[in-house]
Structure formats: C-alpha cells, structure tokens
C-alpha cells in the first residue's frame, strides 16, 4: 500500500489493520512472565522441602536418639533401659512404674528397696549357674513362690499277692510315706563398680553385674550343697551320716570302703569302684553320675580293669562329659581329697537323690554411699537344697 492510500484510508476513519508481529511479541513477553513465576514457586517448594529432610536427618542422627518405628525390635527393652538407669544413676522412677512380666517376676519392687533384675539379666545369671561345676547340673530344681519346699516319698513299695479264684485275698502291705521339707536361704552377693566405669555409655554394665553376681552365687552354691549344713544355708548331701551298705535307714547315706585308709587298695583298686556301681539300686543306676574333684580325678583315670583297660574314657564330643564305666564324671572341686576316712567319690541318681528349690526372682539394691567413691549392689536370691532320696546316693569312703 503507498503512502497516499494510507493517508486516504486514515481521512475516511477506516482503521488500520494490526501488525501481527506486535502481537507475537506481546504474547510471547506474557508466556515467558509467567513460566518465570512458575518456575521461581517450584524452586521455593523445592527448597523448602530441602529445608524439612534436612531437619529430619539432623535429628534423626542426633546421638542417643531412638530408632523411628512402630514397634520396638525387642520387647523387653523398655525394662531393660529402666533398670540400666536404676543401675547406672540409681534413678528408680521407671522401675516404680513398669509392669513386669509375671512368669518371670512378680513384683517390680520389694518392700525392702530392692529391685527385681530384668528378666534377661536373671537368665544369663541362671544359665551361668546351670553350667559351673556344680551338683546343680544334675539335681532335681524346683521354682517355688514359698519360703519352704515339701517333697513327699514313698519308702515301702506296697504289698502284692498272687490271687486264685476261690481263695480269699489277705490285706496287703501300705506304703510309708516320709514328707521332706527344704526351706528356702537367702543368698547373697556384693560386688562393687566405680561411679566413674557406671557413667561411660560404652560399659555393659548389665553384663557385668549378671557376670560378677553368677560367679559369686555358684561359688557359694556349689559349696553348700555338697558340704552345707543347713544353718542359714542349704544341707549338703556329705553332712548326713554314713554307714556301711545294706546298714543303712533313712537319714544315712550308704558307703562302701577301700579297705585302706587314705588310698586305693594294692590290689585290684578297680574293683571298689565296681562294688560302689552295683551298691546302688538298679532303678537308679540308668541315671546315675560320678561326683569327685580334680585331685580325685587324676587318681581315678589311672585305675585299669583286670585285662588292662582304663575304667576312665573321656567324653568323645566337645561339651560331653567323662565317663567312668560308662557313667558321666562331674567335677565338683568341693568334694573332699583322698584322705583317711574322706567319702571322696559319690555315685548316685542325683535328679532323685538332692533338690534345690529356689524363688524365680533375683534382686538387687544399689548402694552409693557405703564404699565411696564405688557403689555396691547387694544382690540377693533365695534357694535352699537337701536330699530327697538317701537310696539314691552312695558313696565310696577311704577307710577300713
């Protein structure tokens, strides 16, 4: 269009037609302001997420903090991390409110200001005692809630008769009945830690009480229930009287003797060992066990037969235990040495011939102020022990 047509249009009034690449630029101009403000929200939302996971991860590896989940891994950790403080700082506020498991414990806090261990801790300490060398591996144990323990036997068989069809059937003979009673002792234990080893996090302290508390409880155990005498403390089954086998009545343990006081005999020395066997009823004897200490023991494993075999072999898998004429070996250090008139060696049923009774709970209470700057824990448990069976035991006595 010349100039002259478009200066004639614009004196008639007829407008002029738009440029369209005005327009493209107009629009254009808008699309890019607002991708702009598109993108500058997404990059605020963006950061402001940033912002959260990084707070989240911050806390989450904050020292000391628990693991997030819906459930606690184990169970019993609630109790655990209570007595743990109780132990450590002696804080006894989550103990006062935790509700113990009742087949373990019974109550959470004793009338005297002890504390019941957690349920984990009295297990390892239980398991250590099982396996020390202790008559307590073959004993009969009993749980009970009481300060006593009754164990009913029965000392006569009763009467039989063979019956014909006419005759008349005479009264039988009854059976005797002998009730034991074993009462419970308290035992106890008070090792002691310095405040200082209770503060470091890194210590284990709840394996270290259940280590130091075991091994002062199986000492005192084991020594009690060969050689106890009952006061304050549970019967041993070498504190009863002994006599001669076939002589003796209930509340005596039968022996069989050396012939030589404080040693073997010259000849054959095998053969007391086989008499000793074979003292013993035929109804213990399947589940009988040796009990003698070290010292007996290395003079017991040189005996031979007849034919020069050793009466001694040793277990033939890790974990099992000696064998003297096919019957296992208990090392039990406190059985008395070799001596003039010592009843060195036992043979017996011990599941049928000694009990231990004990309560399930074990308590500890923590005392600061004793033996400053170290705190002491006295731990306490009630067990007693006495012999259910005297024809179950027999014993092999170095005298005359």
């Known amino acids: ?3 002259t047509e478009s200066k004639a249009r614009a004196g008639t009034g007829v407008p002029a037609q738009a440029d369209p690449a005005a327009e493209v630029k107009t629009a254009l101009a808008g699309f890019v302001s607002d991708l702009k403000a598109f993108q500058a929200d997404v990059t605020s939302r963006l950061q402001k997420q940033e912002e959260r996971l990084t707070m989240m991860d911050r806390k989450s590896l904050k020292p000391g903090r628990p693991v997030l989940a819906t459930a606690s891994e184990n169970p019993a950790a609630p109790h655990q991390k209570a007595f743990e403080a109780y132990v450590r700082s002696g804080d006894d506020a989550a103990l006062r409110g935790l509700e113990l498991d009742g087949k373990a414990m019974s109550t959470a806090v004793a009338s005297d200001g002890g504390y019941l261990v957690d349920p984990q801790t009295s297990e390892t300490i239980r398991s250590v005692l099982n396996a020390t060398a202790s008559i307590r591996k073959i004993a009969s144990v009993v749980n009970v809630e009481a300060t006593s323990y009754d164990v009913l036997i029965d000392l006569a068989d009763t009467g039989a ?3 014909t069809e006419t005759g008349a059937t005479g009264e039988t003979g009854t059976p005797t009945i002998e009730r034991i009673s ?3 002792y308290e035992l106890s234990a008070m090792p002691k830690v310095s405040q200082r080893l209770l503060d470091d996090s890194a210590f284990d302290v709840e394996g270290w009480l259940a280590g130091r508390i075991a091994e002062k409880f199986a000492r005192a155990e084991a020594a009690a229930f060969v050689n106890g005498d009952g006061v304050d403390k549970p019967k041993g089954f070498l504190s009863y009287p002994t006599v001669p086998v076939g002589s003796e009545t209930w509340g005596q343990i039968g022996h069989v003797a050396t012939g030589v006081a404080g040693d073997f005999p010259a000849t054959d020395p095998a053969d007391v060992i086989v008499d000793l066997v074979y003292a013993l009823g035929a109804q213990y004897r399947a589940n009988a066990s040796f009990v003698m200490n070290s010292k007996t023991a290395g003079a017991v494993r040189k005996l031979k037969d007849a034919d020069g075999r050793f009466l001694w072999s040793d ?11 096919g019957y296992p070996v208990l090392i039990c250090e406190d059985m008395p040495d070799i ?3 010592a009843p060195a060696i036992a043979f017996g049923d011990f599941a049928a011939g000694y009990t231990i009774a004990e309560r399930p709970d074990l308590r500890v209470l923590r005392d600061p102020f004793s033996a400053k700057p170290h705190v002491l824990f006295y731990a306490t448990k ?3 022990g006495d012999v259910s069976d005297f024809n ?3 014993v092999l006595k170095f005298s005359f």
């Open 1 to 3: 269009m010349t100039e």
């Open 161 to 163: 008769g063979w019956a």
């Open 182 to 184: 074993i009462p419970l």
């Open 315 to 325: 277990g033939l898998a890790a974990g099992e235990p000696a064998r003297l004429m």
């Open 339 to 341: 001596a003039a008139d």
């Open 382 to 384: 009630r067990v007693g």
């Open 392 to 394: 179950a035991i027999k």
